[in-house]
C-alpha cells in the first residue's frame, strides 16, 4: 500500500527548516555552483575513493559484520558512487533532504550506531579534499572555497542523518513504551488474579503435608508442589513490582553496611562455589540518601547474579567511588559473561538466559535506578565476566 504524502504544513516546515540550516552554514548559491563545476572530476575519481572508502571499512573490525557479505558491499559501493555524485547535482532542496533523512533510517534500522557514519564523513573530507585541491590547482583560492562549499554540505548532510536516527529511534521507543505499559497493566490485573489461589493452594498443601499421613515417597511430590508454588509467587511479585513500581521513600542510610550485610548472605553459597569477595569502598561514600528497600533490591539482585555466573569459582569485586554525578557503585563477577547479542536485551522485560529466571530482575532493577535519578550499565566480554555499574545522585541529609 503506498504511504500517504505529508500534510503541506508540514512539508513547508520540512523546507523551512533545511533552509534555516544552509543559512546558518552559510551555505549558498555560490558553493552550489563551485560543487557543480566539481562533477566532472568526482565521476573521474569516484571508483577509487569509493574502493579507498570500504577498504578502510573493511579494516575496522568493529564495521566487518555489516560488511561480511560480497554481494552487499558491491551493492553499497554503487550506492555510495551514487552519494558522491549527488554531492555535485547543483541542487538542494527538500527532496535532497529526504534523501538523507533515509540514509539516517536505514542506519538506525540496521543498528549502526552513529559514531561509524560520522567518522565517515570526515573519511569522506579526507579523501574529496585532495581531489578538490588537485581540480583547481591553478587556482589556490578558488580551491580552498570549493573545500569549504563540500564540508559545509557533508557537516549538514551529517546533520540530516542524526536527526532521522535520533526521530526513528525515538518514534520505536515511544511505541515500545506504551507496548509495556499496555503489558504492564495486563500482567499486574493477571497477578492480582493469580495470588489469592496461590496462596489458597499454598496453605492446603501445607495443611496436608502436617496432618495426613503422606507416603515419604510422595512427601517429594508435595515438596515440589509447595517449591513451584514459591517459584510462582515470586514471580507474580516481580510482575507486579515491575508493572505498578512502589513510590519512592527516601532517606539517609548506611551504603556500606548494606552492602555487607547483603554480601554476608551469600557467604555460605560463595564460599561452597570458591567465589572471593573483594570490597573497595572509595572515600565519602558510606551515606547515601535513596529508598533503603528498593536499593536493598537492586543490590541483592546484582549480587545474586553476580554468584549465579560464576559457577566454577572467580572473584565478585563490589566497588563505590564518588563522582561529580554523585556515587558510582559497581558489582564485577570473572564469570561466564553474556554473549554480544544479548547485552543489548537485558534489560527487556521476560528476556533471561537463565534456566529459571523470570526475565524480569533487571528490568525491575534499572526501573528503580532510574526512578531515583540514576543510570546503569552493564558490560560484559565473553569468557572474562561482567560489571555492573550505576551510577547514584547523591543526597546527603540536610542537603549538604
Known sequence: MASESPPTTNRREKVETFDQRKLFSRFDEADARL???????????????????YSHLLDTGELRPFLADPATVKRLKLAQ????????????????????????QVHERIGLDPQWYLGSYGLHIDLLLPTVHQHFHDDPQKA????????????????????AYYQTRRRKELKRSEQLAAVGELAASIAHEVRNPLAGMKGALEVLRKELAVKPS???????????????????????????????????FDLHEMLDRLLKLYKDEADAAQ??????????????????????????????????????????????????????ISFRDTGKGVPGGDIDRIFQPFFTTKHRGSGLGLPIV???????????????????????????????????
Open 366 to 400: 534499572k526501573r528503580i535506578i532510574e526512578a531515583h535519578g540514576g543510570l546503569i550499565e552493564v558490560h560484559s566480554k565473553l569468557g572474562e565476566g561482567t560489571a555492573a555499574t550505576m551510577t547514584l545522585p547523591k543526597r546527603p541529609a540536610g542537603g549538604n
Open 81 to 104: 558512487k551514487r552519494y558522491l555524485l549527488s554531492l555535485t547535482q547543483g541542487t538542494y532542496d527538500e527532496s535532497y533532504g529526504d534523501s538523507r533523512l533515509r540514509i539516517g
Open 35 to 53: 560543487l557543480v563545476e566539481l562533477r566532472p572530476v568526482i565521476e573521474r575519481n569516484a571508483d577509487r575513493i569509493v574502493d579507498e572508502f
Open 144 to 163: 580552498i572555497r570549493a573545500g569549504a562549499a563540500l564540508s559545509k554540505l557533508l557537516i549538514l548532510d551529517m546533520q540530516l542523518v542524526l536527526d
Open 275 to 328: 567465589i572471593t569477595v573483594h570490597r573497595i569502598y572509595g572515600p565519602e561514600t558510606g551515606r547515601i540518601e535513596a529508598d533503603p528497600q528498593q536499593m536493598e533490591q537492586v543490590f541483592f539482585n546484582l549480587i545474586h547474579n553476580a554468584i549465579q555466573a560464576m559457577e566454577h569459582g572467580g572473584t565478585l569485586t563490589v566497588t563505590t567511588q564518588a563522582s561529580r554525578e554523585g556515587i558510582v
Open 218 to 252: 510422595n512427601l517429594e511430590i508435595v515438596d515440589e508442589l509447595l517449591a513451584q508454588i514459591a517459584r510462582l509467587e515470586n514471580l507474580v511479585k516481580d510482575l507486579l513490582t515491575y508493572a505498578r513500581p512502589s513510590a519512592i521513600s527516601a532517606r539517609s
